[in-house]
T-cell receptor, first 111, second 115 residues
Framework: GQQVMQIPQYQHVQEGEDFTTYCNSS?????IQWYKQRPGGHPVFLIQ?????EVKKQKRLTFQFGEAKKNSSLHITATQTTDVGTYFC???????????FGGGTRVLVKP | EAGVAQSPRYKIIEKRQSVAFWCNPI?????LYWYQQILGQGPKLLIQ????????DSQLPKDRFSAERLKGVDSTLKIQPAKLEDSAVYLC?????????????FGEGSRLTVL
């Protein structure tokens, strides 16, 4: 079945620094979504990418969809303490409708 | 706009007992999902409804889990009998758009502890 993997599993970042988290799918995706889950909270939608090579920005967050539509990345610049949480990517197969989540990247920010 | 409502927020039961969770999606959202999130893992889809029909239940342990969405609005998820490994947060989500697009709106979740 479809698998979505994220690396790294944990990311310790000094406040003010940049980092990138990666998402890889075992199958080609029709689209990919990113969610953020704060500690003790529920996943909250951040963005959806649909086109091959698509890049979208939200303030300090930059999302990219790979050319082959099998991978994606999230880059955060100038990390702040409000960025703490787990970032999940979730992908849908080209021919299907099921949204499969990755294992997430847990981000801890050192002030 | 009211969000996705779930109850109960917390439930503690002993193994082999039964439990039921309730979800009321955002008004007008045709698609409803139940996800299981074990501590430290990503959400795993248990079942997806489109209105009151099942779209995907391939990962639902049907020997112990059941779900229904009568009248295409609210939904219940039941576990009977529960096992220790069922300890998790059960997240209900809904989406507005049919097909392969549309963001998911999650409820606060129902945290189940099986002793």
């Amino acid at each position: 079945g479809q698998q979505v993997m994220q690396i790294p599993q944990y990311q310790h970042v000094q406040e003010g620094e940049d980092f990138t988290t990666y998402c890889n799918s075992s199958t080609t995706l029709s689209n990919i979504q990113w969610y953020k889950q704060r500690p003790g909270g529920h996943p909250v939608f951040l963005i959806q990418l649909v086109k091959s090579g698509e890049v979208k920005k939200q303030k300090r967050l930059t999302f990219q969809f790979g050319e082959a539509k099998k991978n994606s990345s999230l880059h955060i610049t100038a990390t702040q303490t409000t960025d703490v949480g787990t970032y999940f990517c979730a992908g849908r197969k080209a021919a299907g409708n099921k949204l499969t989540f990755g294992g997430g990247t847990r981000v801890l920010v050192k002030p | 706009e009211a969000g996705v409502a779930q109850s109960p927020r917390y439930k503690i039961i002993e193994k082999r007992q039964s439990v039921a969770f309730w979800c009321n999606p955002i008004s007008g959202h045709a698609t409803l999902y139940w996800y299981q999130q074990i501590l430290g893992q990503g959400p795993k889809l248990l079942i997806q409804f489109q209105n009151n029909g099942v779209v995907d239940d391939s990962q639902l342990p049907k020997d112990r889990f059941s779900a229904e969405r009568l009248k295409g609005v609210d939904s219940t998820l039941k576990i009977q009998p529960a096992k220790l490994e069922d300890s998790a947060v059960y997240l209900c989500a809904s989406s507005k758009v049919k097909g392969s697009t549309g963001e998911l709106f999650f409820g606060e979740g129902s945290r189940l502890t099986v002793l």
